[in-house]
């Protein structure tokens, strides 16, 4: 069965470091979208990206983050210059049509020291 | 905000039925019912979504009142695998391209 993968796994970076999370949807998907999970706390969206742009936001996706899709296979997320209050979870999610519903991946678990 | 309400904890013994409920008691008419469940420090995982009558697929039934304002959700053989925390999330419409919104969810311990 086709999965949502994501790499790096695990990631600990220094604060003020610059890091890029790594997504790769299921190949005939359309939309793709990052959420982030804090420690024991819920699952927040953050971003939302069809057709080469990003089609909503949350307040928490600022000027540090930046989503690309550069060779129309991978999708990433990129913090700018990280701080310790981004430490969390992040899950790369996409489906393939208005229709159809979201397939999550398993996560990269974003330290930062 | 999440707009459903749902227990905190559940307990469920291996092998029976697991009856999750939620109440979404200002749903609207074009919202639909949708459950996920995560499986700690894995993504979350689509089971099932309804409107207004019943649904049931390989993972789980969905029940949703007469009024929509609640629903439950049936594993009905539960394994120590379906030890999760599972949500209840309301959202306009059956286009699964609009943002989720999770709440704290219901944490599910199936135990021996």
């Known amino acids: 069965e086709p999965e949502v993968t994501q790499t790096p796994s695990h990631q600990v970076t220094q604060m003020g470091q610059e890091v890029i999370l790594r997504c790769v949807p299921i190949?005939?998907?359309?939309?793709f979208y990052w959420y982030r999970q804090i420690l024991g706390q819920k699952v927040e969206f953050l971003v939302s990206?069809?057709?080469?742009?990003?089609?909503?936001k949350s307040e928490i996706f600022d000027d540090q983050f930046s989503v690309e899709r550069p060779d129309g296979s991978n999708f990433t997320l990129k913090i700018r210059s990280t701080k310790l209050e981004d430490s969390a979870m992040y899950f790369c999610?996409?489906?393939?049509?208005?229709?159809?519903?979201?397939?999550f991946g398993p996560g990269t678990r974003l330290l930062v020291l | 905000d999440a707009k459903t309400t749902q227990p905190t904890s559940m307990d469920c013994a291996e092998g029976r039925a697991a009856n999750l409920p939620c109440n979404h008691s200002?749903?609207?008419?074009?919202?639909?019912v949708y459950w996920y469940r995560q499986i700690h420090s894995q993504g979350p995982q689509y089971i099932i979504h309804?409107?207004?009558n019943n649904e049931t697929n390989e993972m789980a039934s969905l029940i949703i009142t007469e009024d929509r304002k609640s629903s439950t959700l049936i594993l009905p053989h539960a394994t120590l695998r379906d030890t999760a925390v599972y949500y209840c999330?309301?959202?306009?419409?059956?286009?699964?391209?609009?943002?989720?919104?999770f709440g704290k969810g219901t944490m599910l311990l199936v135990s021996p």
């Open positions: 309804g409107l207004k």
């Open positions: 990206f069809y057709n080469n742009e990003i089609s909503e």
């Open positions: 999610a996409s489906l393939a049509g208005r229709q159809e519903t979201q397939y």
């Open positions: 999330i309301v959202r306009v419409g059956s286009s699964g391209y609009s943002t989720l919104t």
């Open positions: 200002t749903i609207s008419g074009n919202e639909y």
């Open positions: 190949s005939n998907h359309l939309y």
